[in-house]
Nanobody, 126 residues
């Protein structure tokens, strides 16, 4: 059974940085994509970033390009989201997600992800 456990969320001032972690277990993730999604109060869950486990190809939402970086540690089966220059719009619950993805499968659509973590709260104060 796939398990995803997020950590690292906290209260941070605008302009600050945070690194989120997602510890994945339950299987090998070769052929999988790992994504980060954010859900703000009263809004839909939206795509933030994703990485293809085998190829290392990365994808970013338009609002975070140049500020956020997704990466992985194969030995630890962990995916990270480094977030810099944070602003109030980045506030929300951040969820880690996993899905099997061939090279033709899109990885920015949340509907394709079958495994989700419990989320970690990020609050950016202005």
């Amino acid at each position: 059974q796939v398990q995803l456990v997020e950590s690292g969320g906290e209260l941070v001032q605008a302009g600050g940085s945070l690194r989120l972690s997602c510890a994945a277990s339950g299987r090998t993730f070769s052929g999988y994509a790992m994504g980060w999604f954010r859900q703000a109060p009263g809004k839909e869950r939206e795509f933030v970033a994703a990485i293809r486990w085998s190829l290392g190809t990365t994808y970013y939402g338009d609002s975070v390009k140049g500020r956020f970086t997704i990466s992985k540690d194969n030995a630890k089966n962990t995916v990270y989201l480094q977030m810099n220059s944070l602003n109030a719009e980045n506030t929300g619950v951040y969820y880690c997600a996993a899905r099997y993805a061939s090279i033709w499968d899109p990885v920015v659509d949340r509907s394709g992800y079958g495994y989700w973590g419990q989320g970690t709260q990020v609050t950016v104060s202005s």
